[in-house]
């Protein structure tokens, strides 16, 4: 039997690990975006690029004998996750989503929403003028034209053009600390924070760190997950899904 596992998120690497752990006879294959230079390989067969769109990726279903896809990319790669819906339908292999939960404000968070990060640099003027910047390297186009403002980009690989001229490069890869959140913010002088509901404890501790200091943040919502495609939000559950898709009991279910 054969999984095929769209990856390159801490759930998707948790799942490799309980599969290899408590499977080992079952075929997993972790697909990687290869948008990372040195990412963090989980066990089992790993491939990584792009497979060509939906039709390329249902090409590669059918000619690897993939019994179940698993898209557990990151909440925003929505392009992706249409194309596993497209591709799924395609070559008929069941299809499950693993997302993490997104974010939820408290009483004492300063949240302003937006749907895009274009929506998102359209705020910022009027919140701040030094903003820590924590979307990633992709889509800071976006932001390139507010020459009065001045950011720190935080990202794991150093971003390319265009991008804001006024800007200073944190190379940081998380999970994050409180403590070195409240660090960041006070050492260059934050007043706005920019993010993406990308939900997960890792990066979270940046809004405890903005909510202490009273500190706007500007949260982009999640894409939707393509209708039709089941959910979970854990590692395990998506275990008990690939157990009862496959039928073969070579996997132990569990609550």
Same mark, same amino acid.
């Given at each position: 039997?054969?999984?095929?596992?769209?990856?390159?998120?801490?759930?998707?690497?948790?799942?490799?690990?309980?599969?290899?752990?408590?499977?080992?006879?079952?075929?997993?294959?972790?697909?990687?975006?290869?948008?990372?230079?040195?990412?963090?390989?989980?066990?089992?067969?790993?491939?990584?690029?792009?497979?060509?769109?939906?039709?390329?990726?249902?090409?590669?279903?059918?000619?690897?004998?993939?019994?179940?896809?698993?898209?557990?990319?990151?909440?925003?790669?929505?392009?992706?996750? /249409?194309? *596993? &819906?497209?591709? @799924? $339908?395609?070559?008929? +292999?069941?299809?499950?989503?693993?997302?993490? =939960?997104?974010? %939820? !404000?408290?009483?004492?968070?300063?949240?302003?929403?937006?749907?895009?990060?274009?929506?998102?640099?359209?705020?910022?003027?009027?919140?701040?003028?030094?903003?820590?910047?924590?979307?990633?390297?992709?889509?800071?186009?976006?932001?390139?034209?507010?020459?009065?403002?001045?950011?720190?980009?935080?990202?794991?690989?150093?971003?390319?053009?265009?991008?804001?001229?006024?800007?200073?490069?944190?190379?940081?890869?998380?999970?994050?600390?409180?403590?070195?959140?409240?660090?960041?913010?006070?050492?260059?002088?934050?007043?706005?924070?920019?993010?993406?509901?990308?939900?997960?404890?890792?990066?979270?501790?940046? /809004?405890? *760190? &903005?909510?202490? @200091? $009273?500190?706007?943040? +500007?949260?982009?919502?999640?894409?939707?997950? =393509?209708?039709? %495609? !089941?959910?979970?939000?854990?590692?395990?559950?998506?275990?008990?899904?690939?157990?009862?898709?496959?039928?073969?009991?070579?996997?132990?279910?569990?609550?």
């Amino acid at each position: 039997m054969h999984v095929l596992i769209l990856g390159g998120t801490t759930e998707a690497r948790r799942l490799a690990e309980i599969l290899a752990a408590e499977a080992p006879d079952l075929k997993v294959t972790n697909s990687l975006a290869g948008r990372v230079a040195a990412p963090r390989l989980p066990p089992g067969g790993v491939r990584i690029g792009g497979f060509g769109g939906a039709e390329g990726l249902a090409e590669w279903l059918g000619a690897h004998d993939v019994d179940a896809l698993i898209d557990a990319t990151h909440p925003f790669a929505g392009t992706i996750s /249409l194309n *596993a &819906a497209t591709a @799924a $339908g395609t070559a008929h +292999v069941p299809l499950l989503a693993l997302r993490r =939960p997104g974010w %939820v !404000p408290g009483d004492a968070d300063v949240w302003h929403e937006a749907a895009s990060l274009e929506e998102a640099a359209g705020l910022l003027p009027a919140l701040g003028r030094r903003v820590f910047l924590t979307t990633g390297r992709m889509g800071l186009a976006a932001f390139a034209h507010l020459e009065d403002l001045w950011f720190l980009v935080r990202s794991v690989d150093a971003p390319e053009s265009p991008r804001p001229p006024h800007m200073e490069v944190l190379l940081d890869r998380g999970p994050f600390t409180l403590d070195g959140e409240r660090e960041v913010l006070s050492r260059h002088g934050i007043d706005v924070v920019v993010t993406k509901d990308s939900g997960g404890a890792a990066t979270a501790p940046k /809004l405890m *760190a &903005a909510r202490e @200091a $009273g500190l706007p943040v +500007v949260v982009v919502r999640r894409p939707p997950t =393509p209708r039709g %495609v !089941p959910e979970v939000a854990d590692p395990r559950q998506a275990v008990n899904w690939i157990s009862d898709r496959l039928e073969q009991g070579i996997l132990p279910a569990s609550d």
